[in-house]
T-cell receptor
């Protein structure tokens, strides 16, 4: 199976909170990332968390990590139509190692 | 501070031709990664380079694909004798050196979309 798994699609209304989930299998993962990709564009690094942390908050973004269950989530508060994009979860083992990506979750925000 | 730059943004090649994709890392970054994204798929790692060195090429197909990061100039991903299955978006990422204190941050370019006809 895939090393990193995500649900493929999420639809929310503007102003609601969005929660995007991700599971990973490599217990030696040290860094876990969230990237955002808009149509036809590259990937934008949103946030990341070290495996020794449980939570990280950055403005409207909250990352939760459950290391025991190998579960990562990204919560976007007050979701806006501009947040519509594909969100990728990724893991790496060390600072210089390569990233292993999930297939991405398409977030659709309706007015 | 310019981000990661890739060119061309779009490239069309006929089967059997060569494709050359270029990547200029962010200023001050010494590590370059190439990833490939097939339609409706996540990104798959291909190769990781530092200046004049290939560090990890475990994701590169064994034939037709090569990469370099010379002392001067951009990193090049070269695909010889392209086939239709090579059609994909190719992304380059760069990260700063260990001495920056943040070597784990990879920043991506806009990608090159290769179409093989």
């Amino acid at each position: 199976g895939e090393d990193v798994e995500q649900s493929l699609f999420l639809s929310v209304r503007e102003g609601d909170s969005s929660v995007i989930n991700c599971t990973y299998t490599d217990s030696s993962s040290t860094y876990l990332y969230w990237y955002k990709q808009e149509p036809g564009a590259g990937l934008q690094l949103l946030t990341y968390i070290f495996s020794n942390m449980d939570m990280k908050q950055d403005q409207r973004l909250t990352v939760l990590l459950n290391k025991k269950d190998k579960h990562l989530s990204l919560r976007i508060a007050d979701t806006q139509t501009g947040d519509s994009a594909i969100y990728f979860c990724a893991e790496s083992i060390s600072g210089y190692s390569t990233l292993t990506f999930g297939k991405g979750t398409m977030l659709l925000v309706s007015p | 501070n310019a981000g990661v730059m890739q060119n061309p943004r779009h490239l069309v090649r006929r089967r059997g031709q060569e494709a050359r994709l270029r990547c200029s890392p962010m200023k001050g970054h010494s590590h370059v990664y190439w990833y490939r994204q097939l339609p409706e798929e996540g990104l798959k790692f291909m190769v990781y380079l530092q200046k004049e060195n290939i560090i990890d090429e475990s994701g590169m197909p064994k034939e037709r694909f090569s990469a370099e990061f010379p002392k001067e100039g951009p990193s090049i991903l070269r695909i010889q004798q392209v086939v239709r299955g090579d059609s994909a978006a190719y992304f380059c990422a760069s990260s700063p050196s260990l001495f920056s204190g943040r070597p784990y941050e990879q920043y991506f370019g806009p990608g090159t979309r290769l179409t093989v006809t």
